[in-house]
């Protein structure tokens, strides 16, 4: 079984490709259409471009990441694959109209994350991999959630198109993935991680994910709009475009909202930590 290292470009995966060596190292590359948040250099936005052979003007999460990503390559001395599907615009136009994902409906990370890295093990391995996951000591009952989902094969599952019902889709479920958590057979917490990377020359952004990732905090959403006012106005954009009709990424508040709260508030990024940052949940 080959085994693979699912890589989001934070520490913790980082650190697995580092000390536990696969066969791949898989990197999903989140993408917007938004020219004011163009990733500024050219040279480098061309070779994302090349590595993913697609258009590349901006990503949702942190410039940072892709630093991170080529730093990341450099120092474990391995090929890096790097995947993406369609662009966040693309993935929110449902039936003509923008329909924002949320927490309970949660398509972006499938579309963004899980269906570019389905679709390259297809066409790659097509085989039953062994997938690490970056769940680190204290993260034991994500871990459980994930081994009750995997079928009678022991494989989490990936819901994919296998052909055509006259004018429909047709639909299955294809077993492709045996998660495995080294950081949680290893007992490495968090400070484990950070202790290890202090003298390495990988470049971090300050959290991972993306800028207004609808997991995160209000608070900290407000401090993303005053970091990466560019990438929140993306953003607000695509609230604004619904009417609000629709739905909003969180519940009960608008991005614009959150953008002008908490006027009075001194924010530092010592206030957070990556609890609060939200994740995609693979």
């Known amino acids: 079984m080959k085994q693979v290292n699912s890589l989001s470009g934070g520490k913790t995966s980082s650190y697995i490709a580092a000390n536990y060596p696969a066969d791949y190292?898989?990197?999903?590359?989140v993408r917007i259409e938004h020219e004011q948040s163009k990733f500024p250099d050219k040279k480098i936005r061309q070779e994302v471009e090349d590595r993913i052979q697609a258009p590349f003007i901006a990503t949702a999460e942190d410039d940072m990441i892709i630093y991170t990503m080529l730093d990341l390559e450099q120092y474990i001395g391995r090929k890096i694959t790097w995947v993406t599907g369609k662009t966040f615009d693309e993935i929110i136009l449902r039936n003509g109209k923008k329909y924002l994902p949320n927490v309970t409906q949660r398509f972006c990370t499938t579309e963004m994350k899980l269906n570019p890295i389905f679709n390259w093990w297809q066409?790659?391995?097509?085989k039953p991999i062994e997938t690490r996951i970056g769940y680190r000591a204290n993260e034991q009952r994500r871990a459980k959630k994930m081994y009750e989902r995997l079928?009678?094969?022991?494989?989490l599952t990936h819901k994919t198109i296998v052909g055509k019902?006259?004018?429909q889709n047709k639909w299955s479920d294809i077993g492709w993935q045996k998660p495995v958590f080294p950081l949680i057979d290893a007992n490495i917490y968090k400070d484990n991680?950070?202790?290890y990377w202090k003298d390495k020359p990988v470049r971090?952004?300050?959290?991972?994910n993306c800028i207004g990732c609808f997991h995160r905090n209000e608070v900290l959403l407000k401090l993303m709009s005053e970091k990466h006012?560019?990438?929140y106005d993306w953003f607000v954009s695509a609230e604004q475009e619904t009417g609000y009709n629709v739905r909003t990424f969180k519940n009960g508040v608008t991005y614009e909202q959150i953008r002008n709260s908490f006027k009075q508030m001194n924010m530092f990024d010592d206030d957070f930590?990556?609890?609060?940052s939200g994740y995609c949940g693979i």
């Not at 190292?25 to 590359?29: G, K």
């Not at 971090?204 to 991972?208: C, D, K, S, T, V």
């Not at 930590?273 to 609060?276: G, P, V």
């Open 123 to 126: 066409k790659e391995v097509n």
């Open 273 to 276: 930590n990556e609890c609060d």
């Open 25 to 29: 190292d898989v990197f999903a590359l």
């Open 229 to 231: 006012p560019s990438k």
């Open 165 to 167: 019902r006259k004018t």
């Open 193 to 195: 991680i950070e202790e």
């Open 151 to 155: 079928n009678n094969d022991g494989l």
């Open 204 to 208: 971090f952004a300050y959290m991972n």
